[in-house]
C-alpha cells in the first residue's frame, strides 16, 4: 500500500483549509486578450466561484479547458495573492 499518495492530499487539503482565514479566496478574476471569445463563454469554462479557497484553483485544468474553446491560441492562467485570478 502507497500512503504517499493519500498523505500529500491530507498535506494538499490541510494548506488549502488554512488558506481561507488568512483571506485567500478568490474574489477577482481578470479576463484579458481576448477577441473572438465572449466573457461569459470564458466564465462558463472555467466554472469558477468567488469566495473559492484560491489554492484549490487548478490553473493547468482551466488553461486544458480555455485551449479547447475555438479561436483561442494559446492561454495563460496565473494566480496572484492572495486573491485573484489572471486569464
Partial sequence: HNLFPRYL??????????SL?????????YLTGQHYTAN?????????????????????ELRHKVM????????IIEREFPDTLHV
Fill in 9 to 18: 492530499s491530507f498535506v494538499w487539503n490541510t494548506c488549502i483549509e488554512l
Fill in 68 to 75: 479547447q474553446l475555438p479561436w483561442v491560441k494559446n492561454a
Fill in 21 to 29: 482565514p488568512v483571506g485567500m479566496r478568490l474574489e477577482n478574476v
Fill in 40 to 60: 461569459t463563454e470564458l466564465l462558463s469554462v472555467l466554472n469558477i466561484h468567488k469566495g473559492q479557497p484560491l489554492l484549490s484553483v487548478d490553473i493547468q
